[in-house]
């Protein structure tokens, strides 16, 4: 479902350049779950923007469903990613002047779904927002507002869902909630999970895990020796 090939990372800084990721490679099939682990400032957020086709990387390619979301245009990688992901951010990303409920009603607007008001609510009802739906984002605890991402990010049955952080702001309960609402996703709808965490217990739900080593390296897991 998503092929990474050799992808590098570069940001100008100053003077000089920024190497964030090198040369990784990697596979994740259609339907599994894939925890990201490692430590801040790893590079996770970074390479999940880049699976995601939200960024571009420096060199290297990203192939989803088989098709080269890096050769596309911006235009077309865009109705890729309408197509086929779901993104949870590490930091929210609501549209403040839109209410919970038309936050997570806009996406499938956007693809002309009538009943996007109905099936917001009921996803919101999902994540225990019933009465919270008329809130607007600023209005709403930091812990609202990821539900109110997440339940954006599932309303739309993506074929992937990204994850950064999903249950970073939560309580233990809540996160759990919302932790078994993607593993619901997955394997009900088959969904493709790729989720970075620094929870141990979200990473061994996962079906594989990798240790991100300083944007250069992944390791699994189990076979983990090398330190930064
Ligand atoms: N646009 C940018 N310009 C310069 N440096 C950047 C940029 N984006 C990220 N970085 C740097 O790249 C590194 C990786 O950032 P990233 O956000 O991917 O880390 P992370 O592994 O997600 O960390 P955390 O666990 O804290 O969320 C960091 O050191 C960050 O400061
Ligand atoms: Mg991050």
Redesign the pocket.
């Known amino acids: 479902m998503i092929k990474a090939y050799k992808i590098s990372k570069k940001?100008p800084?100053a003077d000089t350049e920024?190497t964030?990721l090198e040369a990784l490679s990697l596979t994740v099939e259609a339907g599994e779950s894939l925890a990201i682990v490692?430590p801040?400032?790893?590079?996770?957020?970074?390479l999940l923007g880049i699976l995601a086709g939200l960024d571009l990387p420096s060199s290297g390619s990203v192939h989803i469903d088989g098709q080269n979301i890096t050769a596309m245009t911006e235009d077309a990688r865009a109705e890729m990613r309408a197509r086929y992901v779901g993104f949870v951010f590490?930091s929210f990303h609501l549209l403040p002047g839109l209410t919970a409920q038309e936050n997570v009603a806009l996406p499938l607007e956007l693809r002309s779904d009538k009943a996007a008001m109905d099936t917001a609510a009921r996803y919101l009802q999902r994540v225990g927002l019933a009465d919270r739906m008329t809130h607007y984002p600023r209005q709403l605890s930091g812990g609202e507002q990821q539900r109110v991402a997440v339940a954006r990010a599932f309303a739309c049955q993506p074929r992937i869902l990204f994850a950064d952080e999903p249950t970073g702001n939560l309580d233990i309960v809540t996160g759990a909630t919302i932790n078994d609402l993607l593993f619901q996703l997955n394997q009900e709808e088959g969904t493709t999970l790729v989720i970075v965490t620094h929870e141990n217990s979200l990473a061994a739900r996962c079906g594989r895990r990798l240790h991100l080593q300083c944007g250069t390296q992944f390791t699994p897991v189990e076979e983990m020796t090398v330190k930064c």
Do not use: A, E, F
């Not at 801040?40 to 970074?46: I, L, Q």
């Open positions: 940001v800084i920024l964030i490692g801040s400032g790893s590079g996770k957020s970074t590490q």
